[in-house]
């Protein structure tokens, strides 16, 4: 099982990535196959920016050559209560998931999760940090 291809490699060295997705593929047990700093939300808002829907056109179309079962997870930083963010981050997979079947995946390949803040990559210490914190990730469960 591959990962998708890196859309901007310039950001993040593929050693760097390499060592993300081990630390994540030891929290989750199942292979993380692409973490998008490129899908964006309004602030306490699960509504997609439109600056998104390129990234999400790319990776509707990589599913769509696909047919494994993934897993859209929600994350968010530590800022608001915890049940807020934890509700927050289902509301956000579940938009990414109707997007993408919108984009003819089938919904019955795509489950969802969301982990409020209780999963960090890096410390919330830092607009710059919690902003990495804010993130959907993609991951191959069958």
Known sequence: MG?????????????????LRTILNAVHFDEVILIS???????GSAKIKKESY??????AKILNERN????????TDNQGTAQYNYTLS?????????????KNVSADRIS??????????????TPLLRAKNRRVEFVVVE
């Open 68 to 75: 494994e079962k993934i897993r859209i997870e929600g994350h």
């Open 90 to 102: 289902i509301k956000r997979a579940e938009a990414i998931r109707s997007y993408l079947v919108s």
């Open 3 to 19: 990962i998708f291809p890196p859309t901007d490699p310039v950001k993040i060295t593929e050693e760097k990535n390499k060592d």
């Open 54 to 59: 390129k990234e999400l056109e790319e990776i």
């Open 112 to 125: 969802i999760k969301g982990y409020g803040s209780s999963r960090p990559v890096v410390e919330n210490t």
């Open 37 to 43: 700093e490129k899908i964006h939300f309004n602030t």
